[in-house]
């Protein structure tokens, strides 16, 4: 049995934001064989299950992977089978620091995304992540437990997000991961968390070697999953550092198939 772990945007998603007909068929084959798929994405589990419904990927034994991995969601129980969530504290101190360098900043409930403010950052979020939206000035008031992850955004300067990464660098060390999934997103999440060490969980979970484990990505957030699979595809449309951590490097890009192509090369 094989694994793979795949992002979504820019990587199983095409531009504009779907499987197409032919990943969609390799897919079938890939899981008709005893596969077993892991959506893999920074994005919350409602999102990650809306892309594969809208696919049509009704095989059993799809995992996904959430949060840029805080989460591993088992689709056939509808539960959660790992969480690694962010203590309330660090919200409140990542808010302040956000405000101080007047930078976007949300966190997450159970089916909501939470922001301070229905602001251009959120808004624009919304356009491909369709969950509901929490306003809440003091995002801790309206959490009851502490959220899988936080995104600080900027939509038009990247340098305001890399002086507020540079300015927590100090008391995020040892606590989070800061990372970014496009230069409009800063991914905020737990030390232990990330994609790379959610696929060392459900290998372990499902009793498969990683040496039997294929990750493809595209960003920052997908290298730690990329160097951890025996076998770690970049997408020709990653950024140079991501193709450097990689084993391959797609021949196509995500809007010409490139994944699929790839994988039955390699099987």
């Not at 799809?62 to 203590?87: F, H, T, W």
């Not at 595809?233 to 198939?257: L, W």
Request: charged residues 25%; contains cysteine.
């Amino acid at each position: 049995m094989k694994l793979l772990f795949t992002d979504l945007d820019g990587t199983l998603l095409n531009n504009n934001s779907l499987v197409s007909p032919g990943t969609r068929a390799f897919l079938d084959e890939f899981l008709a064989a005893g596969n077993r798929l892991i959506l893999s994405s920074g994005r919350p589990t409602d999102s990650v299950l809306e892309v594969k419904d809208n696919a049509g990927l009704t095989w059993p034994g799809i995992l996904l992977s959430c949060y840029n991995g805080a989460q591993v969601y088992d689709c056939d129980s509808r539960r959660a089978i790992m969480e690694k969530r962010m203590p309330l504290s660090y919200v409140s101190c990542l808010q302040e620091q956000a405000a101080r360098h007047h930078l976007h900043i949300q966190t997450y409930q159970e089916h909501a995304v939470v922001s301070p403010a229905d602001d251009e950052e959120i808004r624009f979020y919304r356009t491909r992540i369709h969950v509901p939206l929490v306003v809440s000035p003091v995002l801790t008031d309206v959490l009851t437990d502490g959220p899988y992850k936080m995104l600080a955004a900027d939509l038009h300067d990247h340098n305001k997000l890399e002086a507020f990464r540079l300015a927590i660098s100090d008391w995020a060390e040892g606590r989070i991961q800061t990372i970014y999934s496009n230069d409009k997103y800063l991914e905020l999440f737990r030390l232990d968390a990330g994609k790379g060490n959610a696929l060392r969980f459900v290998c372990e979970y499902l009793g498969v070697p990683l040496s039997d484990a294929y990750a493809a990505g595209d960003a920052e957030n997908d290298i730690s999953m990329l160097q951890a699979a025996g076998c770690g595809i970049a997408m020709r449309n990653a950024p140079d550092p991501v193709k450097e951590a990689a084993d391959m490097v797609t021949r196509s890009d995500n809007d010409q198939d490139g994944l699929a192509e790839t994988m039955r090369r390699l099987l």
